[in-house]
């Protein structure tokens, strides 16, 4: 909503059927020493026509019109533009009307031949201010409650480990949200270690942002911890959460891709198996490699064959498993994106780092990167995983 400056033109809009009163309250405006330009309408559809034109500043309307009476003439109002202040004005006879009309959402009621200038003058300015200072109170109740639903889906995308005590393995993770978004997009991971110590980590990133991308990598996440436990593994466990994910999307063209991992107690290799997600990164050791096992395709977009893949995760190296968003953004100018390529440059010139400062350090020299083209336009997520010695 904009808000007039003292000393600036103010547009009012005057909704009144008769003319003679619309004349006195024009002169009542003229002698209240403001820069005003008044526009006046004989009936409530005029008006529509004029909100639509031109948006006023204020509006002072007459509850009495030969087309809306009382209550429904601000209804009408409230109804194509909700965000414009509304003085009523009432007759000498009816002075309940005007509280009523505050009740339901003007921001103050005038009663005619009870009006100077003076109380004219401030009626208006103090409309304008309520109406903003209100407007003001919804988007922070807005925020607040658009703050407390991203930290419902938080717990439930970026979930707490469970792991068995001295796990064998050293997991760091990273999430970082888009500032372009006001909800969490669909990015979420897992891991969870099994009686037999065998870890299981996942990570995965839905198509889209918004509430139902969200809900369902909440939806994922869940399920792939829970069909884990129940002792189902490779492509029977990516065949089960793709019928999960086609009974719980909100549209056909809704799909997601993961990368599940299992890392066993003894041995340097491992189980891959991933349904049209990006590779990793093999960290360690002053040097970093893209490591891409053979897939499938995306759970979502037709039937697959997630054949299960084996790693090597060497002593002293670490597994860095990441969303797009993490190399899918624009840097520089015009279309240019880092892609996989350039994030691995990155990460080398990154190298000699630890673990977590490697993961922080990793993600920062990113979002600089994009910084020339607005900053990162998607969700990153990022797990690194190394074995430890228990």
């Not at 059927?17 to 409530?44: G, P, Q």
């Not at 084996?310 to 015009?334: A, C, I, N, S």
């Not at 993961?359 to 190394?386: K, T």
């Amino acid at each position: 909503m904009r808000v007039p400056d003292d000393g600036e033109e103010l547009s009012l809009l005057l909704v009144e059927d008769d003319r003679a009163d619309a004349i006195l309250v024009e002169e009542l405006i003229a002698d209240a020493s403001f820069d005003t330009r008044v526009v006046w309408a004989e009936s409530m559809a005029k008006a529509e026509h004029e909100i639509a034109r031109a948006r006023p500043d204020c509006i002072l309307l007459d509850l009495h019109l030969h087309d809306a009476d009382g209550i429904d003439g601000l209804t009408r109002i409230a109804k194509q533009d909700a965000t414009i202040p509304v003085v009523v004005l009432t007759g000498l006879n009816d002075e309940h009307v005007g509280i009523s009309a505050v009740a339901t959402g003007a921001q103050d009621y005038l009663v005619k031949g009870r009006v100077d200038p003076e109380v004219l003058r401030r009626a208006v300015r103090y409309a304008i201010e309520r109406k903003r200072a209100e407007l003001t109170a919804v988007d922070l109740h807005a925020s607040q409650l658009r703050a407390r639903e991203n930290a419902r889906l938080e717990r439930g995308l970026l979930p707490s480990p469970l792991l068995l005590d001295s796990p064998g393995v050293e997991i760091v993770t990273q999430y970082r949200p888009s500032r372009e978004n006001a909800l969490l997009g669909g990015d979420f991971y897992d891991f969870v270690q099994t009686p037999d110590r065998t870890v299981h980590v996942m990570i995965g990133d839905v198509a889209g942002h918004g509430a139902d991308e969200a809900a369902l990598g909440v939806a994922l996440r869940i399920a792939w911890r829970a069909l884990t436990f129940a002792g189902l593994r490779g492509a029977d466990r990516m065949r089960q959460l793709e019928r999960i994910l086609r009974a719980e999307r909100a549209g056909k063209g809704i799909f997601a891709t993961v990368l599940s991992l299992a890392i066993p107690p003894e041995g340097t290799l491992l189980t891959a198996v991933r349904a049209g997600h990006p590779g990793m990164l093999l960290h360690g050791g002053g040097t970093v490699e893209w490591v891409e096992p053979a897939g499938g395709p995306a759970l979502g977009l037709h039937a697959g064959d997630w054949a299960p893949q084996q790693v090597d995760l060497p002593e002293g190296k670490g597994l860095v498993l990441l969303t797009d968003g993490l190399f899918e953004g624009h840097v520089g100018r015009g279309n240019q994106r880092l892609g996989e390529a350039g994030l691995l440059e990155l990460a080398r010139s990154l190298a000699t780092l630890p673990g977590r400062a490697f993961v922080d350090a990793l993600i920062d020299a990113v979002e600089e990167q994009a910084q020339s083209s607005g900053g990162i336009a998607d969700d990153i997520a990022v797990v690194r995983v190394e074995r430890v010695r228990r």
